[in-house]
């Protein structure tokens, strides 16, 4: 079964603190491609990064970064100097290629506070 | 460029009613979805479309339909709504399959059922 587990549901912290979103996932196919979402207080959600499973490099974009290990099946998240405008709902998804189906699975999603 | 835009943003059924939510992208995308969002869950598929004339069900098809007879419109119809179905429900699309391509999101319907 595929399966996304974000098992921080919500977290806290103060402004310029780092902070790590953890996503682990579950899957038996070898072909495969994670996300991570921002969902904003103001509802809509965000595209942040595609990664495949056959690409493990790590990734930076400014402030955010991401860590994929196939070997503890995990793609988290990381915020560095959080800021206020961070306050999101961040979710990680799991999309599986092949079989003329198509199945995009989301984890609960981590709810980030970052307080002034 | 619009993207993709959901009517309506908010709406309230009674138990038994039916309704359609609209969804249409412009970006010429192949693949379309919806998804519904519930308190403190991720999204679920309901939906999606892999072009003009093709749908197929999600994880959570049960009390709905859908219809794709252009390329731009994908509308998400429920024929007896009920309190089971009070969620926001998020429309999106992509070029390809969701794996190639990241999905680009509506803003979003939020339906009360009561």
């Known amino acids: 079964a595929q399966k996304v587990t974000q098992a921080q549901t919500e977290i806290s912290v103060v402004e310029k603190e780092d902070v790590t979103l953890d996503c682990v996932y579950e899957t038996r196919d070898t072909t495969y491609y994670l996300f991570w979402y921002k969902q904003p207080p103001s509802g809509e959600l965000v595209f942040l990064i595609r990664?495949?499973?056959?690409?493990?490099q790590n990734e930076i974009s400014g402030r955010y970064s991401w860590n994929f290990q196939k070997s503890t099946s995990s793609f988290n998240f990381t915020i560095t100097a959080s800021q206020v405008v961070d306050s999101a709902v961040y979710f990680c998804?799991?999309?599986?290629?092949?079989?003329?189906?198509?199945?995009?699975?989301f984890g609960k999603g981590t709810k980030l506070t970052v307080n002034p | 460029n619009a993207g993709v835009t959901q009517t309506p943003k908010f709406r309230i059924l009674k138990i038994g009613q039916s309704m359609t939510l609209q969804c249409t992208q412009d970006?010429?995308?192949?693949?379309m979805y919806w998804y519904r969002q519930d308190p403190g869950m991720g999204l679920k598929l309901i939906y999606y479309?892999?072009?003009?004339?093709?749908?197929d069900k999600g994880e959570v098809p049960n009390g709905y339909n859908v219809s794709r007879s252009t390329t731009e419109d994908f509308p998400l119809r429920l024929e007896l709504a009920a309190p089971s179905q009070t969620s926001v429900y998020f429309c999106a699309s992509s070029y390809s399959h969701s794996g190639d391509n990241e999905q680009f999101f509506g803003p979003g319907t939020r339906l009360t059922v009561l």
């Open positions: 998804a799991l999309s599986l290629r092949g079989g003329g189906s198509e199945k995009l699975v």
């Open positions: 990664r495949n499973s056959f690409d493990e």
């Open positions: 479309s892999v072009g003009a004339g093709i749908t």
């Open positions: 970006m010429n995308h192949n693949y």
